[in-house]
Structures are given as structure tokens and as C-alpha cells.
């Protein structure tokens, strides 16, 4: 079936750090591929997303490469800040699907 | 600007209960869909609504029931509360099953005792 790993969490970075929150997929078709965030207290909400092999979603100051070969749709960002305090889902949609499937969620939490 | 609205969010329950968690979207969006959220599990589909009249079942259905009679409308009945649905819940909804950006309501958080 489809299924999303995402890195384990906690992460605690300090302010202005590289961050990389690693996910990889597996999918029985070709799958659209999404980076959702849930602030404290709210509802998940979409940060970026690539449909096919080698899209580059960015928004925010994040990106996540769509990369075929390895299966793999990693997040990054070149320097976090304080505001960037959340939980990051990894996940996915197979065309014809009637869902996504989510990864288990990292919480993400930067130091001043 | 409302989007999805969910309520109440947080009810206490105690095992044999029933109840309904409300959910309203004023997107004029035709997929709705419920998803519970629990630690270290990410989020599981309930139920979802490709339209009015229409559901059907995702991966985790047992226990829980929904109806579709309008557009903006999707409930979740809980016929029986059991501990094992102490969760977080959240509804959300897109204009179609494959476009993949869901808009998610706050989430109600149900404490099964």
C-alpha cells in the first residue's frame, strides 16, 4: 500500500539553522507530493507541494525537491526562525486516490 | 472568511456515549473528508464525501457514521464512545478528490473517560 516515513522528532534547532526534515514514500501509482504544517493550536495547513519527478515546491522560505529515484521529498530551509515552531507533515496522493496519507508528523521547534 | 468550521472543540465524554462533531465549510467545496490524529500515528482518514449523498469509508470507519445532505455540511456521529476514540479530530475539504490541497479546520479534541 502507500505509506509516508517522515524522520523521527523532536527536532530542536537553534534560531537561524539549516534545517532538513527527511520524508520518503512509497506508492503503488505516481503520487502528488505535500508538506503540510500545523501551528499550535490550529488545524494543519499546506506549506508546498510538487507533482512530479524533480518539481521543486517552495514557499516560505522552505523547499522539498520531488526526487523519483531515491523516493524521497525532503524539506529544507537555510535558516529557521523562532515563527517556524510547529509540526511538519509529510504526504501524499496517488492520482485516482480518495486521500491523502500522512506521515506520523515531526515537531519542529527553533530556540532564540 | 470562515473556511472549514468545526465544533465544539473539546468534549469530554464518558464510554457509551453518543455524540456528533460538527463540520461546515463556506468554500462551496465538493470533497469533505474526516481524519483523527494521534501521537506518533500522523493523520488517519475516517470518512469522506465526494458530494452531496455521497460517502464512503476510509482507513480507520469502525464506530463512527457520517451523513452528507448538503454542500457545507459533513458530520461525524460517534454511536458509541469507546476510550480508544480519545483523539483529535479534523475535518477538511477540497474542491475535488484528486486536486490535493485540503483546507483543515481547528480540530476538536474528544476525551473518551
Known amino acids: 500500500g502507500d505509506s509516508v516515513t517522515q524522520m523521527e522528532g523532536p527536532v530542536t534547532l537553534s534560531e537561524e539553522a539549516f534545517l532538513t526534515i527527511n520524508c520518503t514514500y512509497t506508492?503503488?501509482?505516481?503520487?502528488?507530493l505535500f508538506w503540510y504544517v500545523q501551528y499550535p493550536g490550529e488545524g494543519l495547513q499546506l506549506l508546498l507541494k510538487?507533482?512530479?519527478?524533480?518539481d521543486k515546491g517552495s514557499n516560505k522560505g522552505f523547499e522539498a525537491t520531488y526526487r523519483k529515484e531515491t523516493t524521497s521529498f525532503h524539506l529544507e530551509k537555510g535558516s529557521v526562525q523562532v515563527s517556524d515552531s510547529a509540526v511538519y507533515f509529510c504526504?501524499?496522493?496517488?492520482?485516482?486516490?480518495?486521500?491523502?496519507?500522512f506521515g506520523q508528523g515531526t515537531r519542529l521547534t527553533i530556540n532564540p | 472568511n470562515a473556511g472549514v468550521t468545526q465544533t465544539p472543540k473539546f468534549q469530554v465524554l464518558k464510554t457509551g456515549q453518543s455524540m456528533t462533531l460538527q463540520c461546515a465549510q463556506d468554500m462551496n467545496h465538493e470533497y469533505m473528508s474526516w481524519y483523527r490524529q494521534d501521537p506518533g500515528m500522523g493523520l488517519r482518514l475516517i470518512h469522506y464525501?465526494?458530494?452531496?449523498?455521497?460517502?464512503d469509508q476510509g482507513e480507520v470507519p469502525n464506530g463512527y457514521n457520517v451523513s452528507r445532505s448538503t454542500t457545507e455540511d459533513f458530520p461525524l456521529r460517534l454511536l458509541s464512545a469507546a476510550p480508544s476514540q480519545t483523539s483529535v479530530y479534523f475535518c477538511?475539504?477540497?474542491?475535488?478528490?484528486?486536486?490535493?490541497?485540503?483546507?483543515f479546520g481547528e480540530g476538536s479534541r474528544l476525551t473518551v473517560l
Open positions: 510538487a507533482t512530479k519527478a524533480d
Open positions: 464525501s465526494v458530494g452531496a449523498g455521497i460517502t
Open positions: 504526504a501524499l496522493r496517488v492520482w485516482g486516490a480518495q486521500k491523502l496519507v
Open positions: 506508492a503503488t501509482g505516481y503520487p502528488s
Open positions: 477538511a475539504s477540497s474542491t475535488g478528490p484528486n486536486t490535493g490541497e485540503l483546507f
